[in-house]
């Protein structure tokens, strides 16, 4: 069946940079399309980043534009999410994902995403 494993999260000063990772495994390597989604407390899941799995070209949420870098390994097995410039607002679990639906970008709707990892929490103090 296959997995999204993602890595990397932890306690992050304000200011301070992250690198997250998702592992794809199994029959999870033949996406279209990955996304990073994110949910903090009390909040509804929300659009990070996405990237179309061949071609690797990316679309941000605003909130993120120009501090997020969206990228995926050669091998196409992994995939990453750069930030920098952490605010607290950033604070949340953060989760990859996958779908093998078709877009000549990437996907931003996290309800065309069937395939997910089990997110990682990410911490921004202030």
């Known amino acids: 069946q296959g997995q999204l494993v993602e890595s990397g999260g932890g306690l992050v000063q304000a200011g301070g940079s992250l690198r997250l990772s998702c592992v794809a495994s199994?029959?999870?390597?033949?996406?279209?399309?990955m996304g990073w989604f994110r949910q903090a407390p009390g909040k509804d899941r929300q659009f990070v980043a996405c990237?179309?799995?061949?071609?690797?070209?990316?679309s941000y949420a605003d909130s993120v534009k120009g501090r997020f870098t969206m990228s995926r390994d050669h091998a196409k097995t992994t995939l990453f999410l750069h930030g920098s410039s952490l605010k607290p607002e950033d604070t949340a679990i953060y989760y990859c994902a996958g779908t093998r639906l078709y877009e000549p970008t990437c996907i931003r709707a996290i309800g065309d995403y069937n395939y997910w990892g089990q997110g990682t929490q990410v911490t921004v103090s202030s």
């Open positions: 990237i179309n799995w061949n071609v690797a070209t990316t």
């Open positions: 199994g029959g999870l390597l033949h996406m279209h399309s």
